[in-house]
């Protein structure tokens, strides 16, 4: 799958031979544009080039028959068309009349993209490795963001794991001037303007809509993708509402794929295959093992650009493995949750606010007040860091740091220890002036806003979206269509969770077609046995990964922690499990993607 990149040269430096040959990596294929003060490459040709706008789309974009009505589209209204397209992509549109260069992100995040800017160059690309290609990249770890993602698994947008390198937001799009040299990020769309404006409408038409968008969302991301086509399985209703439509638009059988684990507790295959038989798929079932496991951890550095430590990222490159050749178009179920409704962190939230804030304020003071000193010597059950976070989420009571805290897995003073420099995270994506657009009183959507802006497109959505490309497969995402979406956030939360029924409206509309006796039972999801396949047979690569010699060349990390850590893990203490996977998946990265 060839992936876009490309450069902006303000002077004129590199002319097209040398583009070629060091930077773009595609003679074949290099567009080549001048201006009066520099110069434009990338690595493909344009989609069209017509009335001086040229266009390229990494992805695919829904609702838009060819290039000519994306350009006619820009014509009629610049850059508010943005907004009119809709799927997962990242868009490049040149206007040479005005010499302005454009790149815009989908509105969720399914397609990541990257860039680089310089007094003398801009750099852009999908590809956080074509980067590497440029000798003029210097490729410096920001220790702060390996701290952030350390802190939670992943790295919010902007940052990335090097300096001066940052991720394009979700919906939003770079404006280059190409003559005065400057680059501008602004934003075209933002789920949290659709909350406060409530439907009025009866609880039986919002499920009549909440059905026709969903299945309106499934035919048009089916009309214009590659077939064969098929879907995850995993047995939960996020995988099933879509493998269902995804049947219902086909008049051949659409391909099903569904892991299955030998240990106890994580087997969901039996299921999958009972909503497969009932849907009439084509049915894979694959069982995972620690044996399988080995071969997908060693890939994984090839396959995430940056660390990554969602540990369903397992399960998910295994069946997109198995899927290769068999199917081009991928139909996932990403966002779901975010969507129509999981409100998990609802009750431990509504519980901690029964108290008054001024005293839960006063106990946080009283907390903060006690030397981490005298702390740090109650070691059992990791109790500094869990004692840091329940003095951080009393203090507050909005949503919004509710989540920012209870997220973490390590705490600040944890991660100071860990690093020999004096290092604390960059500052995570939860902009408080931000996601308080939302009605402060309205809990469960201001949590859905968080989930769906920070914890889907920095996590959720990389966890697929690179294997799918990795792989060769359109990724299709029906549940983050634009019109489902403001839909269901003008949903009010009364029937978002109804009597306690998370995602009320999608399972009332999979059960007209799927019974219930079939669908409700507790959510599982792609779990994996990770935790004691690092006791057992994955062992060795704690050995081989977080020995002193390796730690202590590399310079980052005191050993003493890391030690401690994996002392503790070993020792059965499953609090430490999600941080021994982070340093792993850290180390196997930088040993592969740093060296290059």
């Not at 499934?218 to 995988?239: A, H, I, M, T, W």
């Not at 850590?565 to 430490?576: L, Q, S, W």
Request: a negative charge.
């Amino acid at each position: 799958m060839a992936f876009l990149n490309g450069f902006v040269d303000y002077e004129k430096f590199y002319n097209k031979a040398v583009a070629d040959e060091l930077l773009l990596k595609a003679k074949e294929d290099v567009f080549w544009y001048e201006y009066d003060k520099g110069v434009l490459g990338l690595n493909r040709r344009p989609l069209i080039y017509k009335e001086g706008v040229a266009v390229w789309v990494d992805g695919n974009i829904v609702d838009m028959k060819d290039g000519e009505e994306m350009v006619s589209l820009f014509k009629r209204k610049g850059e508010e068309s943005f907004n009119d397209f809709d799927g997962g992509f990242v868009l490049v549109l040149l206007d040479a009349k005005n010499a302005f260069l454009y790149i815009v992100r989908d509105r969720s995040g399914i397609k990541p993209f990257y860039y680089f800017e310089s007094e003398n160059r801009f750099v852009f690309g999908s590809l956080l490795r074509d980067f590497y290609n440029y000798p003029f990249f210097n490729k410096e770890l920001d220790l702060e963001s390996l701290a952030l993602f350390l802190q939670y698994g992943y790295i919010t947008h902007p940052h990335t794991i090097y300096k001066n390198l940052f991720k394009l937001n979700a919906a939003s799009y770079l404006e280059i001037d190409l003559k005065k040299k400057s680059v501008i990020e602004k934003s075209y769309w933002n789920i949290l303007d659709f909350y406060n404006d409530k439907s009025d409408l009866e609880e039986s038409k919002i499920k009549e809509r909440s059905e026709y968008l969903l299945e309106k969302s499934v035919e048009k991301r089916y009309n214009s993708s590659s077939s064969p086509k098929g879907s995850f399985l995993s047995g939960g209703y996020d995988s099933a509402a879509v493998s269902l439509f995804l049947s219902r638009m086909s008049f051949e059988k659409i391909d099903t794929y569904t892991i299955g684990f030998y240990e106890n507790g994580y087997d969901e295959a039996p299921f999958a295959k009972e909503i497969a038989k009932k849907i009439g798929s084509r049915h894979h079932e694959f069982y995972f093992s620690s044996e399988d496991a080995r071969a997908v951890v060693e890939s994984l550095p090839d396959i995430y650009d940056e660390p990554f430590g969602d540990k369903a990222a397992l399960p998910t490159v295994f069946l997109a493995e198995k899927a290769r050749g068999e199917i081009k178009s991928l139909f996932s179920g990403e966002g779901g949750d975010e969507v129509f409704a999981t409100g998990g962190d609802m009750d431990l939230f509504l519980k901690i606010n029964r108290f008054p804030l001024i005293l839960r304020k006063c106990v946080s003071f009283l907390m903060r007040e006690i030397p981490p000193s005298f702390i740090e010597k109650f070691s059992f059950t990791n109790f500094p860091t869990r004692y840091e976070k329940w003095s951080n989420l009393l203090k507050r009571g909005d949503m919004v740091n509710f989540i920012k805290f209870k997220e973490q897995v390590m705490g600040a003073m944890e991660i100071k220890k860990l690093f020999l420099r004096e290092t604390l995270p960059k500052a995570p994506y939860f902009k408080e002036d931000e996601f308080f657009r939302v009605d402060e009183k309205n809990f469960l959507d201001m949590m859905l806003g968080v989930y769906f802006k920070v914890y889907m497109s920095d996590d959720e959505l990389v966890k697929i979206s690179n294997p799918a490309a990795f792989f060769g497969m359109e990724l299709h995402e029906p549940f983050l269509d634009r019109e489902l979406v403001e839909f269901l956030a003008s949903v009010p939360v009364s029937l978002k969770r109804k009597n306690s029924v998370e995602k009320y409206l999608l399972k009332e509309i999979v059960h007209k077609y799927i019974p219930k006796e079939i669908m409700d039972r507790p959510k599982r999801g792609f779990s994996v046995p990770l935790d004691k396949w690092l006791r057992e047979d994955l062992s060795s690569y704690l050995e081989i990964y977080l020995k002193k010699e390796r730690i202590d060349r590399e310079n980052i990390f005191d050993f003493k922690e890391i030690e401690r850590i994996k002392k503790g893990f070993c020792e059965g203490k499953n609090e430490y499990a999600k941080r021994i996977w982070l340093l792993l998946m850290f180390e196997m990265w930088y040993e592969k993607q740093y060296a290059l």
